[in-house]
Every structure is written in structure tokens, then in C-alpha cells.
């Protein structure tokens, strides 16, 4: 079937502010389906609240509304533009929810919108736990056994006819909480009990436990003629009872025969075929019981979703991109590979490759939160590493994630205390992998590790070989290594620094050594097809190989620096501004090169850049691709911390660093300085000290008194920040920094108590400084500017304040000797502005202030930061109406037991715009008078 | 236990390109020509297919041997390879239900191979130059010895091998109470192919491939089965002129593969030899019938002519393949009688054919 013509204009439903399990992905398949409803000359409408995001760009949509995702918002755009069709697959279980609602409300018929690429029946089933299993029994497909219980007797019936180990879910409660295995009849009758009370209606679902079986998840695309296609497997490196949001996934699927993989592919097809006719993506998700190789299906998505988008990623196939084309009426066979630009979209991708995604989890952010990872999903990030086999596509990913680690072990973080990692082995936390790598190398036998972790055996033995390497490799000397075993190291994917810590020696002399014998790193396409066609998107992973692929061309070019794994603190924003500065470096003629290991983003679209190397943000893998690429510099100032932290090395290796120099970077970090600074400049700041001891952290607050704010230096998003208010706090909390960062410095800074807080952003070219924003935020000092509420801009600072402010950013920001971005974060008491600190690059706050003025800031920094403009170049004209309010949200729901108490720590995950036109808006007065109540948030 | 770094292996191309690597399977040394084959499951289906006698294999998928080996999951009772190139080779699996390691299965079976090869640089390779012969050895290194061992593997262009492969004497496969009765020419069958047709309620006898027709006809069967099978099809004389009777018989005949190409050239439409052929799980094609495209399970190195049969009028296209737009199924009108060049059985790859065997049971019921 060609396309349909009768589609002129479409509505697209984003996902609104990210919350665990519902993260950038969905800005990548929204902003991927809006480019490609575009390609076909359609009006594209995009609602979404989150402003921090590419899809509500004008460089993405025609129409944008950044508006609350409720039945009022949709209906106002309804009146507005004649729109066709809405398109709510690519917006996650928010925009599914919305469009349900809608039509429920009869909103869609009543303006004559059709709803493409989705089947509300088909949502319905596969909500609905009774709906599914009654639907996959119909298909023949099994699922596990399982009925809902309303009272202890019946329960019991329940139990004994599915028989032991199973499960017990209360139905309505947040969290899983309530619920959990059971393993035999002893544990059962208190576990019902439990259950039941847990549950608001008294009732549990009880359930077939089919724990430690293995997880698979296919990837699934079908046009509205009936052609479907698989577009990856990937299998869950954690068996059944993790969630997969939060397992280590893999594809192309390692251990399933093509016996099993068929009837899984079978059954795929059937289940989707089932639930409903909708042309588009669908994820399906099986079990198999390793025994016997029998399946079950466990649910199924009919949308896009955070899997396919790793999907996308991982084989180069576009799902959203050609879903959207699907939805307005094209067959596959009719649409081209992306990739190769010669072959049809009906095909499956062959890969030649592994990729290994691992989730990022930010406990450390959520105190008292339970630690295990169960039902629920709680991983806020991940990260994905592409080798050409296991071993080296787990490094990577591992040496992707910025927790301090230098890859999967060899870095002297070895847990060593038995108890401890078999109990961890049992019971799955975030470092559940890095306790199998110790647990082998320790010594634990095999058996025992699989009993524990129920990990298949073929990925246990793929750890247990690089202990065995390990053990060899430490025989030896930097002197007498055979390149042999260099190579094989390397191509397990070891970094340089791993290999120094086995033979004892300096990264740097590891890889001297290496290029003298000869060892380089080659560049591979991912290219769908394992090769057999040529391909023309530049999409490259690094491996050990013979043969590289990645041609270095001639043209000047620029390498942009990612933000690595979405955390707390670093999110959307970034990939935001990094995404915008290649668009930018592209425009001022530059080849653009992105290198980034997130797979949710819109920066690791292919499309996007000249070039996109899917690399983790890591020295060695950042240095061997300007050595290979020559850029004529990199820009460090839009990829958050991840990205800036790379400068001092950049700097050291004589790289050019793009916009705001190192010196000055490191200037505003480095509190004593940056004070002198501020002096010279006749700048206020509050009271502080640096300390390196709980010793001297004591003697310094009797200099300057409590409050005290206490953090480390060189963190983002507060991370391990803390007011202290007497003596015995002060010594806890240091003593605790230092135990988690040993050799950092503290900063204790006299807490301005009661005091507004306000930040700006600015763009500076050296000699002239724009402010791009003032925004103040609405919760007095002490919370975390992430986590505050802000306007935009100032709702009652008077004019002496606001002028402060704006003298006090211009002077430093040419102090700084920035070019491009700063941000700067202001304490006001008594009409005194004091300086908190100075950030000389993209903050989380440029993109809200883009989109609330609709100007194109980071495109300007960019082009600032490479020289190509001065400030004076722009015509700045924001779009001033009102106010713009930035409203934090927080994924609390799904720690039920952690204190919600809000600090100078940030907890919240994602944010959303609220327009409104006065101070009077009943919206602003509610947060306005309740300021002072976010203790009980 | 201890880091096994395994022994050393060459792989030598009929164009000079070397490869150093680690001997897998057994050691030894075996000349072929070299394809790839970019199905990501499967290795021991393909390694048991026939159809790939006479052939180095190169598993473009990253690591091969991780479930295993299946005795319930062959094509034919052994492999059939001449050789296997791959990147990540484990003697280590863990499905609980295999029946030994895919290194102990090739030793017993006599295949030599190599490993932590870059495979992706062989298949640019072979795409860009084309068909070639090659030597895997773990005994000799002699780049000089190597050629003059390479120089005697014959070019598979002209080259008859159906015979070497295919059943020596007729047999019966499957409930000899079923309601139809197929009369299979073995080129050198899959086993899945007779699977699924005894899963239709048909009974089938096999007959080597150099049977006559008459042999053929009289066992009275309801339709007649060309199968798959290697070599170049443009030689055999002998299932040219079976085939052409079994078309003049008015039976209902399907071909798979060679058996599709023995067709083409029994209706006068001839072959040729690909650039590098199609081997893999992920070939899209087109039913010019129904609309209805099928992802679908290739393994050919040789192709029927589209302008010939475009310039014929008994026979007729009914699927392409989307890449390429070669030839990929051809009915012969006025007749019962079609054929695909690629494998509805799959075993390995995606089942979305199967409907072609339904076809076949259909036409025979029929009669």
C-alpha cells in the first residue's frame, strides 16, 4: 500500500518529563518520526511538557507546544490546526495513556482525527493482565499460570493447583511492595497474608514463579499489509526476575539454537498478529526454561519503547523512523535501509557484532531506598558498549557508565569479603556483575556462582575466561609481554589502564607499548547487513581487527563530546546541547564527529552527524579517535561533567579545547582561586574553606561559622552535598566524602540561611557578554537548583538585585575569559547577591531558557565557541510573554521507603515548562505559597 | 584451570589475501570456495546442509558455538563443509539440552577450521572481488605450499557434485499410510524439507539423483520433489531430462534451490553464476501473487536468468528477491508446477515460506 495522501498533518504525543522508565528515549523515536513524517512533506504538530528536548525543536516540527499532556492541551491544538491524524506510539505509556483518554472522551472523533500506528484494543489486552492471558491462550501461546485471589482460602486453592515456587503480587500497590517469591508451603500462608493486607481491594495476583529462566525480548515491526519483520533479539543477561529495564541486555541473542529462536520469532508474530491490525513497532518479551527449552510469553508492547530504541541503536535500523512511515500507510518493501540506501526496509538486520547494554542506577541519590533490583524498574540511565564479541562489548559498556571503574575489573575495587559477594550474587543489586567477576576471581567455584545467580552458563564462563587471562597477563612485565597476549587483552576488550594495573605500570607505557607492537585500534560500520552490502551511514565502533573501515577525511572538523549515561544531575539536557552544537559546527562547514555510548539519545542518531563514533566518553576511546580522526578541536562544554572532565587531559595532551580553555575551566572549579577572582573583581560570596581532613574541616567552621554547605569539589548535581548545622554533622559528612572520593578536596561554604536563589545564563565571546536568562527560583536557598522550582524570568527581584546580577555575570564570565556558555548560581539576602559558584559551560537550565524565548542559544554559544561569530553577529529577539515556570519531577514512586526530603542534593530526574501570562496564575500562587513546605514534598 | 590460547591456523584465498588465526575443529587442511553466511543462528543446520558441499563457510555472526551441538538439529547425518572461518569461536556451551560442544561434533566429523578471524574483512572482500576458492590449514604455513594445494581445489563452475552427496538408494521417509505420496529427486536434500512434508500428511520415497524418471513414475506418486542440493546446475545433464518428464507427466511438481534451477533449465531458461551468491537468513522477498513479502532463508551461489523468462511463455516470476531483484520463484504455466530458489523450510531462519509446501499439498489434492 503507498502512503496515505488523505495525512497532511500530524500530531505527535511526547512522553513529558523523564521518570524512571521513561527516559530520552522517546525524544529520540519522537524526534525520529516527526523528521520522518517531515521528509513527506507533512505538517508535523508536536505537544510535549519537557522542554529539554530535540523533538520539541523547530528544527523538528512545524508546530510546537510545550504544554501539559491533558485533554485541555490537545483540544486547544485541535481547534487550532486542522490536524489528520495523531500519532501517539512514539510519546511511551504517557502519550498511549493520553490518546486513550482522548477517545474515551470522544475528542478525536469529534474533530475528525484519525489514530495511526495504534489499535486501542490492542493496548487494552495487553494491559490488562486477564485480557492477555485470555487473548495468548486463544493464540496458543503459553504463559505462565496464574489467577487473582480475593481471600486466603482461595489463595490456597490458587497455590496448590500451580504448586511451588511461585509468585504473589497484590494488585493497586506502588513498588512491588507487598509482593515477592515464594518458595514452599511454609512461607506461603504468611506471604498470602501479607499480600492480601498489602493490596487496597484485597486481592493478589498468584503467579507460576518462573525465576531464573532466560529473557528474551524481540523487536518487532509490520506494515498495514500483514509484512512484519524482526528487527533484533536481545537477551537479558540477568534471568527472570530482574526487570529489564534494569537487566544487562545483549544482542543478537548469544545462547538460543535457531530451533528455539524460530518458534520465538513464530510466536512473536502471532501475539502481534493477535492483539490487533496496527501498522508499527511492537516488543515482545519471552522466557525460556533452560531445561528444556520451552517458552512463555511474558508481555507485550504495541509501541515503540526504551528496548527498540536500543534496538535502533544496536543495529543501525531506525525503528521510529520507519514506524512513523509505516502509520501513514507505506509498506516496508516500499521504504528504503536507511543504512545501506540500496536494499528495502523489509529485511532483517544480520549483525556481526555484540552489544551490551548496562543499565545506570543512581542509589546513592535515593538514601534508604531498597537496593535489590526485583519487579520494579529503577535504573535511571544506560549505557551500551559495541564490540566485536562479548568479553569486549562488556568492557566497554562497563568502562561507559563513569562509576569510577576502569572497565569490568583489574583496577584494584575488587570486592574480596566472600560473604559479602555471595550474598550479592543471591540477591541482584547495580553491582551484581562486578561481584561474578570477583566471586571468579576469588575463587568461588562455578557451580556455586550459578546456582546463586542462575546466569546462563555460556556468558559465566565469558567472565571466568578473563580471570584466566588476567592470571596470565600478570605474569608478566611491561618489558616481556608477548604481543600476544596484548592482543588478546585488547581484543577482550581491556583499556589501556586495566592492563597497567595487571603489569604494574603507567597507561601511557601500556600504550607506547601497544603501538610498537603494532596493536591499533580499527573502526567498524554497523551497517545492518554484517557487510554483505555496501553501506553509506557512518555509524563506527572501535575493535582490534585487521581491517579498518572508518575513513579520516581531509575536511576540518570538529569532535563533540557526549554526556555518557543519563543519570541524576546529567540528563536529557545535555544531549540537548550536544546535539545542537553539531547541528551548528555542521553549519559553520566543519565535518562534524559525535562520539557518545548512550543509546537512548538523539546524539547517537546516525543521522545527526557527520560521523558518529558509538564509543564510551573514556580517555583511551576519546583519545585513539582524534589521533585517528585529527579534529581540529573538541568540544567539551556541552556534554555535562562527563565531558569536561576529559579537558585536563585534552589540555595535557596539547588538544585544542574548543571555546573556554582549560585554565579558566579549571579556574572556576578551584575554589581558592575563583574566590581571589571574585575579590579582585569586587564580587560578594559567602564565607569558605577548603578542607582535606575531618581535622581541619573543624577548625575552618569556627572561621566561618554554621550553617555549612559541605560537598566535594569537581561534582555535578550536588552529589554528595549537605548542609551540616553543628559539629557532630560537619565530621560525619566529611569523614563519609572522603571515604567515597579519598584524595578530593572539600568545600565548606557559610549557608546563607533564608536566602532566594537565581541563576543566569550567558553567552560570552571573550569581549562582549549576552545573558541569555535570568531565572529565580520559587523554594528559598538550600535545595538544589535541580530539584527548586524557577521562573522565568525574575517574578520579585527589584531592580537593584537584577542588576547585580547582571554586572556581577558579565565581569565574571569575562574574568573567566569564557567563550561560549556559563551559568552562574546567586544567593540573595538583603538585597546583596552573592556569588555560589560560576559553571563556564552548557548548564541544565540553556535548554528551558531556549525553548521558554524560542531562540536558538546553543546554536549561537557553538558558533561562538569555534570563532565563527562574536556576540555582536546575533540578532537576539526572545520571545518575552509572561513567565515561564520550570517544574521539577521527581520518579520517587518508585522508592516507597526513601526519605523525600529535598536538599542540596538532586533527586529529581526530569522537569517540564508551564507557561503562564501573569503572577496571578493560580498554578504560580499554589507553588509561590508553598515555598516553605518542600521539606514534606 | 588456565588461558587456552589455542593453536595456530592459516586461511589462505585463491587471490593471495592470508589470514592468520586459531585452529578449530579438526586439525588438518581442506580447500573449498569460500562464502559467507550471515545468519546469526543456525551453524549446525548450515554446516549439515548439502547444499554447501564442497564449501568453506564463513559465519559472519560474532560468536559460534555457544549452544552447542544438537544430534535432532542436522540436515543431513554429517556436515558437509569443506571448512569454517569465524571471528569468536566457544568449545564451551550451555544449552542443557545439546548433545556435545560444537568442537567435539566438528573433530568427530573431520571439519577443520580457524577462528578469531576478521570475518567482515573477508566478506567486503568477497564482495568487492567475488567468488573464490580458499585453503584453511593448521599444518602447513608455507605460503608456497599453501597456493600450490589452493590451485588443485576445483572451480565450483561446472562443477557436478549432486551425486557425491544425495541418498545411494531409494528409501522411504515418513508413514507410508499417509494420503500423498512424493517422489523425491535427491540433489542433496534437507532433512527439514522431507520434515515438513510428512508433517502435510505425505509419505516420501527418495531416490538418488542419477534415477530415471520411469524409476521415478512408478512408484505411482501424487507429485514429484526436486530438492536443494551444491554444484553448478547447468551440468546435470541427467535431472535436466528427469525434470523435463516429470514436467511433461502433468503431476504437480515443486523445486527448492537447484531443484528450482533444474526446472528453469528442463523449461529452457538457463543459469548463471553469481558475483558471490546469497547465503544468509534475512532475504527479502516479494510473492508477486499475493503482495505478501517473506523473510526467507537463501543459499545459492547460482541464479536463473529473469530476462529469459521474461522473454518465455511457459514460464513465469512469481517472487523476487527485494535486494537484487534476482529471480526467486517461478511457476510454469499450464502447469502444477512451480519452484523457489530460496529454502521455505528454512531450518535455519524464519518460517514465514512454509505456506509454499501447503501449496504443493494443495495442487496435489487437486488432481
Redesign the interface.
Known amino acids: 500500500m503507498p502512503r496515505d495522501n488523505s495525512i497532511r498533518s500530524v500530531l505527535i504525543i511526547g512522553s513529558g518529563p523523564i521518570v524512571i522508565g521513561q527516559a530520552c528515549e522517546f525524544d529520540y523515536s519522537g524526534s525520529q518520526a516527526s523528521r520522518s513524517l517531515r521528509e513527506e512533506g507533512i505538517e508535523v504538530t508536536l505537544i510535549n511538557s519537557n522542554p529539554a528536548t530535540i523533538m520539541t525543536d523547530n528544527v523538528t516540527a512545524d508546530n510546537i507546544y510545550l504544554k501539559p499532556l491533558t485533554k485541555r492541551s490537545i483540544i486547544e491544538i485541535l481547534e487550532k490546526h486542522n490536524i489528520d491524524a495523531v500519532l501517539p506510539t512514539m510519546g511511551g505509556q504517557t502519550a498511549l495513556n493520553l490518546a486513550i483518554d482522548c477517545d474515551n472522551a470522544g475528542i478525536w472523533e469529534k474533530y475528525g482525527v484519525r489514530l495511526i500506528g495504534v489499535d486501542i484494543d490492542a493496548i487494552d489486552t495487553t494491559e490488562n493482565r486477564e485480557k492477555f492471558r485470555l487473548k495468548m491462550g486463544e493464540l496458543g501461546v503459553n504463559v505462565c499460570e496464574g489467577k487473582t485471589a480475593n481471600s486466603f482460602l482461595e489463595g490456597k486453592e490458587i497455590a496448590q493447583e500451580i504448586g511451588f515456587p511461585l509468585v504473589i503480587r497484590p494488585s493497586y500497590t506502588l513498588g512491588g511492595s507487598g509482593g515477592g517469591f515464594v518458595h514452599s508451603y511454609e512461607q506461603f500462608e504468611k506471604a498470602l497474608t501479607n499480600g492480601l493486607h498489602s493490596s487496597p481491594i484485597h486481592e493478589v495476583l498468584i503467579e507460576q514463579s518462573i525465576l531464573g529462566w532466560k529473557e528474551y525480548e524481540l523487536e518487532l515491526l509490520r506494515d498495514g499489509s500483514g509484512n512484519i519483520i524482526i528487527i533484533c533479539s536481545i537477551e537479558n543477561f540477568d534471568p527472570m526476575g530482574v526487570h529489564t529495564g534494569d537487566s544487562i541486555t545483549v544482542a543478537p541473542a548469544m545462547t538460543l539454537p535457531d530451533t528455539v529462536y524460530q518458534e520465538m520469532r513464530n510466536l512473536a508474530i502471532k501475539m502481534m498478529n493477535g492483539i490487533g491490525k496496527f501498522a508499527g513497532g511492537c516488543n515482545v518479551q519471552f522466557a525460556v526454561n533452560p531445561d528444556d527449552d520451552t517458552l512463555i510469553g511474558i508481555e507485550i508492547n504495541p509501541r515503540v519503547s526504551r528496548s527498540s530504541a536500543l534496538a535502533s541503536k544496536a543495529t543501525g535500523y531506525p525503528i521510529a523512523k520507519i514506524a512513523a512511515k509505516l502509520a501513514i500507510g507505506y509498506n516496508l518493501d516500499e521504504l528504503q535501509n536507511q543504512i545501506t540506501k540500496s536494499t528495502p526496509a523489509f529485511f532483517e538486520p544480520a549483525i556481526d557484532y555484540v552489544i551490551v547494554k548496562i543499565p545506570r542506577w543512581n542509589f546513592d541519590k535515593f538514601q534508604g531506598a531498597d537496593l535489590s533490583l526485583g519487579l520494579q524498574m529503577k535504573s535511571v540511565g544506560e549505557a551500551m558498549g559495541i564490540g566485536r564479541n562479548f568479553q569486549e562489548a562488556l568492557q566497554k559498556a562497563c568502562q561507559s557508565l563513569e562509576i569510577k571503574r576502569n572497565g569490568l575489573g583489574a583496577d584494584a575495587k575488587e570486592l574480596t569479603d566472600r560473604e559479602e559477594i555471595l550474598h550479592s550474587l543471591e540477591h541482584p543489586s547495580w553491582d551484581r556483575l562486578f561481584h561474578i567477576y570477583d566471586a571468579f576471581k576469588l575463587g568461588i567455584s562455578f557451580s556455586t556462582i550459578q546456582k546463586l545467580t542462575k546466569i546462563d552458563k555460556w556468558f559465566l564462563q565469558q567472565i571466568e575466561e578473563l580471570i584466566l587471562l588476567e592470571k596470565e597477563i600478570e605474569k608478566h612485565s611491561l618489558d616481556n609481554l608477548p604481543r600476544e597476549l596484548m592482543l588478546e587483552a585488547k581484543q577482550k576488550g581491556y583499556a589501556d589502564r586495566q592492563i597497567a594495573h595487571l603489569i604494574k605500570c603507567l597507561e601511557s607505557q601500556v600504550f607506547k607499548k601497544r603501538k610498537e607492537m603494532g596493536i591499533n585500534r580499527v573502526y567498524k560500520l554497523v551497517d545492518t547487513c554484517a557487510a554483505e552490502f555496501k553501506a553509506e551511514t557512518p555509524y563506527y565502533y572501535s575493535t582490534f581487527a585487521e581491517e579498518n573501515e572508518s575513513e579520516s577525511s581531509d575536511n576540518k572538523k570538529i569532535i563533540v563530546l557526549g554526556a555518557g549515561p543519563n543519570r541524576i544531575g546529567q540528563g536529557i539536557e545535555f544531549d540537548y546541547c550536544c546535539v545542537h552544537g553539531v547541528l551548528a559546527a555542521r553549519e559553520c562547514g566543519y565535518e562534524t564527529i559525535m562520539i557518545n555510548c548512550n543509546p537512548e539519545t538523539v546524539s547517537t542518531d546516525p543521522d545527526i552527524s557527520d560521523k558518529l563514533y558509538f564509543e564510551p566518553v573514556f580517555w583511551e576511546h576519546i583519545y585513539e579517535i582524534i589521533l585517528h580522526e585529527k579534529p581540529e578541536g573538541v568540544i567539551v562544554q556541552l556534554g555535562g561533567q562527563t565531558a569536561l572532565k576529559l579537558a585536563e587531559k585534552l589540555d595535557r595532551y596539547g588538544i585544542k579545547i574548543i571555546g573556554t580553555d582549560f585554565k579558566s575551566l579549571d579556574l572556576a572549579e578551584d575554589r581558592g582561586h575563583f574566590s581571589t577572582l571574585l575579590k579582585e573583581n569586587e564580587i560578594p560570596y559567602p564565607e569558605f574553606g577548603t578542607i582535606t581532613s575531618a581535622d581541619e574541616a573543624l577548625e575552618m567552621s569556627k572561621k566561618i561559622g554554621f550553617p555549612l554547605l559541605v560537598r566535594p569539589s569537581y561534582v555535578l548535581g550536588g552529589q554528595s552535598m549537605k548542609i551540616v548545622i553543628n559539629e557532630v554533622e560537619l565530621e560525619n559528612h566529611v569523614v563519609n566524602i572522603l571515604r567515597d572520593i579519598p584524595g578530593n578536596r572539600v568545600l565548606l561554604d557559610h549557608f546563607l540561611d533564608g536566602a532566594i536563589e537565581a541563576e543566569a545564563d550567558a553567552i560570552c565571546d571573550g569581549e562582549e557578554v549576552y545573558i541569555i536568562g535570568i531565572m529565580q527560583h520559587i523554594e528559598p536557598a538550600g535545595i538544589h537548583s535541580g530539584d527548586s522550582n524557577a521562573v522565568l524570568p525574575p517574578f520579585n527581584l527589584g531592580d537593584l538585585v537584577i542588576q547585580q546580577i547582571e554586572a556581577y555575570t558579565k565581569k565574571i564570565a569575562l574574568a573567566l575569559k569564557t567563550v561560549g556558555l556559563i551559568n552562574i548560581q546567586f544567593a540573595i539576602k538583603d538585597d546583596k547577591v552573592y556569588i555560589i559558584e560560576a559553571n563556564p559551560r552548557a548548564s541544565r537550565t540553556v535548554p528551558f531558557i531556549c525553548k521558554a524565548y524560542d531562540e536558538p542559544y546553543v546554536n549561537y554559544a557553538t558558533k561562538v565557541m569555534l570563532g565563527k561569530n562574536k556576540i555582536k553577529d546575533f540578532k537576539f529577539s526572545p520571545k518575552k510573554h509572561g513567565y515561564a515556570i520550570k517544574e521539577p519531577v521527581f520518579s520517587f514512586n518508585k522508592f516507597p521507603n526513601v526519605n523525600k526530603e529535598l536538599g542540596p542534593e538532586m533527586k529529581s530526574t526530569g522537569e517540564s515548562i508551564y507557561f503562564i501570562d501573569d503572577l496571578l496564575d493560580d498554578y504560580f500562587l499554589k507553588l509561590y505559597s508553598e515555598r516553605n513546605l518542600y521539606l514534606s514534598r | 584451570?588456565?588461558?587456552n590460547?589455542g593453536e595456530k591456523a592459516v586461511l589462505m584465498l585463491e587471490d593471495g589475501l592470508i589470514?592468520e588465526g586459531k585452529a578449530i575443529g579438526k586439525r588438518g587442511t581442506s580447500g573449498g570456495e569460500i562464502c559467507?553466511n550471515?545468519?546469526?543462528?543456525?551453524y549446525?543446520?548450515i554446516y549439515t546442509d548439502p547444499s554447501y558441499f564442497g564449501q568453506i563457510i564463513v559465519n559472519?555472526?560474532?560468536?559460534i558455538g555457544?549452544?552447542g551441538a544438537?544430534d535432532s538439529?542436522q540436515e543431513s547425518e554429517f556436515p558437509k563443509i569443506s571448512g569454517l572461518v569465524v571471528?569468536?569461536y566457544?568449545n564451551?556451551?550451555?544449552?542443557?539440552?545439546a548433545t556435545s560442544s560444537l568442537q567435539d561434533y566438528l573433530v568427530k566429523n573431520n571439519v577443520v577450521g580457524i577462528a578469531?578471524i576478521?570475518?567482515?574483512?573477508i566478506?567486503?572482500h568477497i564482495?568487492d572481488k567475488g567468488a573464490m576458492n580458499a585453503i584453511i590449514s593448521s599444518e602447513e604455513n608455507d605460503p608456497k605450499k599453501l597456493k600450490k594445494l589452493l590451485e588443485k581445489v576445483p572451480s565450483m563452475v561446472g562443477l557436478e557434485l549432486s551425486s557425491k552427496v544425495c541418498s545411494k538408494k531409494p528409501f522411504i521417509y515418513g508413514d507410508e499410510s499417509a494420503t500423498y505420496k512424493v517422489a523425491v529427486l535427491d540433489l542433496g536434500i534437507k532433512t527439514s524439507i522431507l520434515k515438513n512434508l510428512t508433517a502435510r500428511d505425505c509419505v516420501c520415497k527418495v531416490f538418488p539423483a542419477k534415477t530415471d524418471f520411469k524409476e521415478l513414475e512408478k512408484w505411482n506418486p501424487d507429485g514429484y520433489f526436486i530438492s536443494n542440493g551444491p554444484g553448478d546446475p547447468a551440468v546435470m545433464d541427467y535431472a535436466i531430462e528427469t525434470v523435463k518428464k516429470i514436467i511433461e507427466s502433468e503431476k504437480p511438481a515443486f523445486g527448492i534451490c537447484l531443484g528450482h534451477q533444474i526446472i528453469a533449465l528442463a523449461s529452457g531458461i538457463p543459469t548463471f553464476k553469481m558475483h558471490h551468491g546469497h547465503r544468509?537468513?534475512?532475504?527479502?522477498i516479494?510473492n508477486l501473487e499475493t503482495?505478501?513479502?517473506e523473510?526467507t532463508s537463501q543459499n545459492h551461489g547460482f541464479c536463473v536468468s529473469r530476462e529469459e523468462i521474461n522473454n518465455s511463455k511457459d514460464v513465469e516470476i512469481t517472487h523476487l528477491n527485494?535486494?537484487d531483484n534476482t529471480v526467486a520463484g517461478i511457476k510454469l504455466k499450464k502447469k502444477n508446477v512451480f519452484s523457489v530458489q530460496y529454502h521455505p523450510e528454512?531450518?535455519?531462519?524464519?518460517?514465514d515460506s512454509r505456506y509454499l509446501f501447503d501449496k504443493f499439498v494443495q495442487l496435489m489434492s487437486n488432481k
Open positions: 584451570m588456565t588461558y590460547f589470514f559467507f550471515t545468519g546469526m543462528t543456525g549446525q543446520e559472519t555472526t560474532s560468536h555457544n549452544y544438537k538439529e571471528n569468536d566457544s564451551i556451551y550451555s544449552r542443557n539440552t578469531d576478521d570475518t567482515r574483512k566478506v567486503k564482495r544468509g537468513l534475512n532475504h527479502p516479494k503482495g505478501l513479502c523473510v527485494l535486494n528454512s531450518s535455519p531462519g524464519p518460517h
